[in-house]
């Protein structure tokens, strides 16, 4: 099972640049998008249904802004969106697809968008309540009994190895200790797994995932890692490869590719 997960930054612009032609060699069972960037009379034909893939989203009621979507290869029995909580269910942040079988198995995948606290202060006091509010939902979900993998850009990096600049960034941002804390509880306290450093816990350079438009961060390779699958224990020991796509640029994210030895 592949799933795939890419921040677009708007999904006309990630369309104009190549990702729906892209997709389709990609052979996933499972995409998961954020940050569309439109409402759904501006979604055409082929960012609904792509190579055998059919399209859910999440889509926020400011138009221009936030976003999520799930492409899906076998039909989910459910779709959730949002988490619940009025003001970020409002900015389109979560869309979840679930798997219920006879044979008793339960997975569920999840795109997220959680909010970036870099534009103010105001951003960042907002980013702070949605993790306030996610963490329990995190460990509702870890007590569900499914299978689940949480896609999409957390807007935070989560140790040192995970961005450049790691020292000029602490007081920033997507590095502050407060939100690396709360990661660190996310694995240590509610078990969850970072699918890709499971695989790889060294990677440094070829793990990031984002990169500033400003300078030359991405000819210098100036990033970070901000973009996860993170999964329960028991689908994350299943993942067998994973890598960031970075041939193409769709957006100033990179598309992050997790193989997984499972079956939906």
């Known amino acids: 099972m592949r799933i795939i997960s890419a921040n677009l930054n708007g999904i006309r612009s990630a369309a104009s640049k190549g990702f729906f032609d892209w997709l389709p060699t990609q052979h ?45 290869r076998q039909a989910p029995q459910t779709i959730i969106e949002g988490l619940g909580v009025p003001e970020f269910d409002a900015e389109g942040r ?8 006879s044979s008793g198995s339960k997975l569920a995948v999840i795109s997220l968008y959680q909010p970036s606290g870099s534009s103010s202060p105001e951003r960042q006091e907002a980013k702070f309540r949605f993790m306030d509010a996610f963490f329990p939902h995190l460990e509702a979900l870890m007590k569900s009994g499914r299978e689940i993998v949480v896609c999409g850009d957390w807007n935070i990096a989560h140790r040192e190895i995970d961005l450049k600049n790691w020292k000029s960034n602490q007081k920033n941002s997507g590095f502050l200790p407060e939100e690396r804390a709360w990661m660190t509880r996310l694995f240590d306290e ?48 299943k993942a067998v490869s994973a890598s960031i796509y970075k041939d193409q640029r769709f957006s100033d994210h990179a598309p992050l590719i997790v193989d997984y030895d499972y079956q939906a």
Do not use: M
């Open 28 to 72: 996933a069972d499972i995409v998961c998008v954020q940050e569309l960037k439109a409402q759904a009379a501006d979604l055409r034909p082929e960012f609904i249904r792509c190579d055998g893939l059919s399209g859910a989203f999440h889509h926020a009621e400011k138009k221009g802004y936030s976003g999520v979507g799930i492409y899906t």
């Open 190 to 237: 509610l078990g969850w797994v970072d699918v890709y450093r499971a695989l790889y816990p060294q990677h440094e350079g070829e793990a990031y995932t984002w990169w500033s438009n400003r300078g030359q961060a991405w000819a210098k390779n100036v990033g970070w890692r901000i973009d996860y699958q993170i999964a329960t224990p028991g689908i994350a020991a």
């Open 94 to 101: 979560y869309i979840e697809a679930g798997y219920d079988h």
